[in-house]
């Protein structure tokens, strides 16, 4: 993941400044434990602002509106508490070339500021901290106590103090060429690298942006580079500073990250040959001209451009880019927690269900033993003292049936032991029978769950995180997760279906997960459409929308029986057995878990999931 630069946060923040200044606060939200959301009203619109402390997506940018659940956070309610009502009336780095922004906060605008709120956009040291106006910290989104850090302790009561300053030299439009590429190539090294060491600001995407918006490798060594080479990332390097200087700025989506620099094209650039001295490497990337610009990525031998995505505003691009990022990110975390919570989860209740098995097997033997006591108790003439087994002839068959027996008991307590077992064995099969009933409705249950999360391979959209968030909100719900930070999930969230069309038109809707197949079956069903499920498979409940005056043609079964196989946990197979029935035919029984129905009145087509178009 990208971070946030020097150069993308006087971006963001000339942008903020020309669009939300002076502005009043009307409410803080926190959205999660890295970032903190204010609600800001200008005279002519509302928005929200996005100040984030997290590790490797610290930013300050305007975002979208926060989820509609309880804010719990201690963090925001202290903001809250403080800020609210009052104009935000400045957004400027405390000083150059440093990437700490105070956001001042006064009565009204024009007066003095009242509050200050610094966002610290520092990587993995990034805070946000709120003083007044005699400078001392009254909260801040975490506390460093001087055991943490001997440098910088922040804590409550204590004076503001400014991160240590940079010891790099600071990048400047005056400084010649001759002095700037004597300091980049005094000790011989990658170029990249040199750049880095020698000034402050700098980051490696914007290094290697620069560098390639050259056509250079920035890899190669300073000491290859020609006198052509050296004039063409000087200029570059003016047009950045240029850039900074009088807010220039041109955001852009690249398949390696982002940039907010729209760089000239190189002199004399020819798409068809590159010097070999320059890259070395024939699969090395370097910036193709497209359209004015400089805004695509293309692979030397390929031919291939990975084009960029343009946006309106640094705030759009910041949003987005960090959103889809940092939601990856949590899909990611989130599935494997799942999907190892429910591998672990049917592994005890299968082990568990094997063994009430075994003892259901072993009570099969119960009428033997009673049938065998029986043939005891009418041949008591036929025992002897001593004797280890007897034969007897049954009373059906008349063929004979070996009986074990105690030697050091007579005839009539072998038959008392052998009644004995047979009234324990049929007590262990009154007892194990429901048992066994119970742990496989649990191993039914989370296997549909399963199914759910097996369908969600990938992080695509945000609704892919929402189902997501849902199936870990149900697993919490039935007692099967432990999360002491739980927080619901916004109740309000329009449910997205999965939805395709049938080939006569019609409109077919598949259930996410169980909340979502539940709500499908019993909410949003009419009369006149058709349910679908694949036949004792977990699997996503279906639905074909009938209009009143039509009917679903046999291409239009098989097109929803194909994605009813295809959404469960027989995806992988060739042919999978779907039941079909009226939606009035589908019934949750007393305390079912979600997602579990009966039905009857089916009929059963055979869905191919290979030929499904998801």
Not at 578 to 607: D, H, L, N, S
């Given at each position: 993941?990208?971070?946030?630069?020097?150069?993308?946060?006087?971006?963001?923040?000339?942008?903020?400044?020309?669009?939300?200044?002076?502005?009043?606060?009307?409410?803080?939200?926190?959205?999660?434990?890295?970032?903190?959301?204010?609600?800001?009203?200008?005279?002519?619109?509302?928005?929200?602002?996005?100040?984030?402390?997290?590790?490797?997506?610290?930013?300050?940018?305007?975002?979208?509106?926060?989820?509609?659940?309880?804010?719990?956070?201690?963090?925001?309610?202290?903001?809250?508490?403080?800020?609210?009502?009052?104009?935000?009336?400045?957004?400027?780095?405390?000083?150059?070339?440093?990437?700490?922004?105070?956001?001042?906060?006064?009565?009204?605008?024009?007066?003095?500021?009242?509050?200050?709120?610094?966002?610290?956009?520092?990587?993995?040291?990034?805070?946000?901290?709120?003083?007044?106006?005699?400078?001392?910290?009254?909260?801040?989104?975490?506390?460093?106590?001087?055991?943490?850090?001997?440098?910088?302790?922040?804590?409550?009561?204590?004076?503001?103090?400014?991160?240590?300053?940079?010891?790099?030299?600071?990048?400047?439009?005056?400084?010649?060429?001759?002095?700037?590429?004597?300091?980049?190539?005094?000790?011989?090294?990658?170029?990249?690298?040199?750049?880095?060491?020698?000034?402050?600001?700098?980051?490696?995407?914007?290094?290697?942006?620069?560098?390639?918006?050259?056509?250079?490798?920035?890899?190669?060594?300073?000491?290859?580079?020609?006198?052509?080479?050296?004039?063409?990332?000087?200029?570059?390097?003016?047009?950045?500073?240029?850039?900074?200087?009088?807010?220039?700025?041109?955001?852009?989506?690249?398949?390696?990250?982002?940039?907010?620099?729209?760089?000239?094209?190189?002199?004399?650039?020819?798409?068809?040959?590159?010097?070999?001295?320059?890259?070395?490497s024939n699969t090395s990337p370097i910036?193709?001209?497209?359209?004015?610009?400089?805004?695509?990525?293309?692979?030397?031998?390929?031919?291939?451009?990975?084009?960029?995505?343009?946006?309106?505003?640094?705030?759009?691009?910041?949003?987005?880019?960090?959103?889809?990022?940092?939601?990856?990110?949590?899909?990611?975390?989130?599935?494997?927690?799942?999907?190892?919570?429910?591998?672990?989860?049917?592994a005890k209740l299968k082990l568990k269900?094997?063994?009430?098995?075994?003892?259901?097997?072993?009570?099969?033997?119960?009428?033997?033993?009673?049938?065998?006591?029986?043939?005891?108790?009418?041949?008591?003439?036929?025992?002897?003292?001593?004797?280890?087994?007897?034969?007897?002839?049954?009373?059906?068959?008349?063929?004979?049936?070996?009986?074990?027996?105690?030697?050091?008991?007579?005839?009539?307590?072998?038959?008392?032991?052998?009644?004995?077992?047979?009234?324990?064995?049929?007590?262990?099969?009154?007892?194990?029978?429901?048992?066994?009933?119970?742990?496989?409705?649990?191993?039914?249950?989370?296997?549909?769950?399963?199914a759910a999360l097996s369908v969600l391979?990938?992080?695509?959209?945000?609704?892919?995180?929402?189902?997501?968030?849902?199936?870990?909100?149900?697993?919490?719900?039935?007692?099967?997760?432990?999360?002491?930070?739980?927080?619901?999930?916004?109740?309000?969230?329009?449910?997205?279906?999965?939805?395709?069309?049938?080939?006569?038109?019609?409109?077919?809707?598949?259930?996410?997960?169980?909340?979502?197949?539940?709500?499908?079956?019993?909410?949003?069903?009419?009369?006149?459409?058709?349910?679908?499920?694949?036949?004792?498979?977990?699997?996503?409940?279906?639905?074909?929308?009938?209009?009143?005056?039509?009917?679903?043609?046999?291409?239009?079964?098989?097109?929803?029986?194909?994605?009813?196989?295809?959404?469960?946990?027989?995806?992988?197979?060739?042919?999978?057995?779907?039941?079909?029935?009226?939606?009035?035919?589908?019934?949750?029984?007393?305390?079912?878990?979600?997602?579990?129905?009966?039905?009857?009145?089916?009929?059963?087509?055979?869905?191919?999931?290979?030929?499904?178009?998801?």
């Open positions: 993941m990208q971070p946030v630069d020097l150069t993308t946060l006087t971006a963001a923040c000339s942008e903020l400044r020309a669009q939300w200044l002076p502005a009043r606060l009307e409410q803080v939200y926190q959205r999660d434990r890295f970032t903190v959301s204010l609600a800001l009203r200008t005279m002519n619109k509302r928005g929200w602002i996005d100040l984030s402390w997290h590790p490797v997506a610290a930013r300050i940018c305007v975002g979208d509106p926060p989820p509609r659940i309880p804010d719990t956070f201690t963090f925001s309610q202290q903001l809250r508490h403080q800020l609210s009502g009052l104009a935000l009336v400045s957004i400027a780095p405390i000083s150059p070339w440093e990437r700490v922004v105070d956001l001042q906060f006064a009565q009204r605008p024009g007066e003095p500021a009242l509050w200050h709120l610094y966002a610290e956009i520092i990587g993995k040291y990034s805070n946000v901290i709120l003083t007044a106006h005699d400078n001392l910290v009254v909260t801040c989104a975490h506390q460093v106590s001087a055991k943490q850090s001997s440098v910088r302790p922040i804590q409550t009561g204590q004076p503001y103090e400014m991160p240590p300053a940079l010891t790099d030299t600071a990048p400047s439009a005056i400084e010649p060429q001759n002095r700037w590429q004597e300091r980049i190539s005094l000790v011989p090294g990658q170029l990249h690298r040199n750049l880095l060491k020698n000034y402050r600001g700098l980051s490696k995407a914007l290094i290697w942006s620069m560098i390639r918006s050259a056509n250079l490798d920035p890899e190669q060594s300073t000491d290859s580079l020609s006198p052509h080479d050296w004039q063409q990332l000087f200029q570059r390097w003016q047009y950045w500073l240029e850039s900074l200087e009088n807010s220039k700025f041109k955001p852009s989506l690249t398949a390696q990250g982002y940039t907010v620099i729209d760089w000239p094209a190189p002199e004399n650039h020819n798409l068809g040959a590159v010097d070999g001295a320059c890259v070395p910036l193709s001209p497209l359209g004015g610009g400089w805004g695509g990525l293309t692979s030397i031998g390929t031919g291939r451009e990975e084009l960029t995505s343009a946006f309106p505003s640094v705030q759009e691009l910041l949003n987005s880019y960090y959103t889809s990022e940092i939601n990856q990110e949590v899909f990611a975390q989130v599935r494997h927690q799942l999907s190892q919570k429910l591998i672990n989860l049917l269900a094997n063994t009430f098995k075994q003892k259901l097997q072993q009570s099969e033997v119960a009428d033997t033993h009673k049938s065998q006591a029986d043939l005891l108790m009418a041949n008591l003439q036929h025992w002897q003292p001593g004797m280890k087994t007897i034969s007897l002839p049954d009373f059906e068959t008349n063929q004979p049936v070996a009986i074990p027996l105690n030697p050091e008991k007579n005839a009539v307590q072998n038959a008392q032991a052998l009644y004995k077992k047979h009234q324990k064995l049929k007590r262990a099969r009154i007892a194990v029978e429901p048992l066994l009933a119970a742990v496989q409705e649990e191993i039914d249950y989370l296997e549909q769950v399963e391979e990938t992080y695509r959209n945000t609704q892919d995180l929402q189902t997501l968030a849902e199936i870990r909100e149900e697993l919490i719900q039935q007692k099967y997760l432990d999360a002491p930070d739980y927080r619901s999930t916004d109740k309000n969230a329009a449910i997205e279906f999965h939805r395709y069309q049938t080939p006569s038109g019609f409109e077919l809707l598949i259930g996410r997960n169980n909340r979502q197949n539940d709500q499908l079956t019993f909410r949003v069903a009419g009369d006149y459409d058709i349910w679908f499920h694949t036949l004792e498979i977990p699997g996503s409940h279906a639905l074909l929308r009938v209009t009143p005056g039509t009917v679903a043609e046999e291409a239009d079964l098989q097109f929803a029986a194909n994605m009813a196989a295809y959404y469960s946990r027989a995806r992988q197979s060739e042919q999978v057995p779907v039941v079909y029935t009226e939606p009035k035919y589908v019934y949750k029984p007393k305390g079912a878990k979600p997602g579990m129905v009966v039905y009857k009145q089916e009929r059963i087509v055979w869905g191919r999931p290979q030929q499904a178009t998801a």
